[in-house]
């Protein structure tokens, strides 16, 4: 995919009042960064007109796929957080640990979760729920302990951090299935 093609894309994305900045072009691995504003600031000027949450989109090279970058993180969290794949569903496989509290403390800090379905009244209900210190200690039993299907895109900080603890080695696996 070209820049060209890519910032099609992200003009046909956007939605009606915005504008994309082809001038902001960022090439990544991942693919090709754009920062969008609202017309209304451009025409004015006015700090009042700029959009609120957004950093841009990202255009997926490979796909064409468009990601909405939100504010809560800063455009370089962005750029690499997608480029080393975290927008994808990870499995989290725990190959070995030096203390299980801490150890377990560390996982917790990536907010994972896993889903029982339920049926009720005809509906089945997937309500996440959050693995907590018992679990993962349970888990440490039969290591590699695998933790499905987890949404990280915004844990990169604290799997940084767990890639430095020397009570905890993890190694992350885009899910197969997603």
């Not at 915005?18 to 960064?33: I, K, P, Q, S």
């Not at 064409?64 to 997608?82: I, Q, R």
Request: net charge negative; charged share 25%; proline share 4%.
């Amino acid at each position: 995919m070209t820049p060209a093609e890519a910032f099609a894309l992200a003009e046909k994305h956007i939605e009606a009042g915005m504008v994309a900045d082809a001038d902001t072009l960022r090439e990544t691995g991942f693919g090709f960064y754009f920062h969008v504003t609202s017309e209304e600031y451009l025409r004015t000027g006015d700090m009042m007109d700029m959009p609120v949450g957004s950093c841009g989109v990202l255009v997926e090279r490979d796909t064409g796929e468009v990601h909405d970058l939100g504010s809560a993180f800063d455009l370089e969290y962005w750029l690499e957080a997608y480029d080393r794949g975290l927008h994808l569903p990870m499995d989290v496989i725990v190959l070995s640990i030096g203390d299980p509290q801490r150890a377990a403390s560390a996982l917790g800090r990536l907010q994972m979760s896993y889903v029982i379905p339920e049926v009720a009244h005809g509906e089945t209900w997937t309500i996440p729920k959050h693995y907590n210190q018992k679990d993962f200690i349970r888990a440490f039993d039969s290591l590699p302990a695998r933790f499905e299907a987890q949404r990280l895109i915004f844990r990169m900080h604290e799997i940084d951090a767990i890639a430095k603890d020397p009570d905890l080695t993890i190694s992350l696996e885009v899910q197969k299935d997603g």
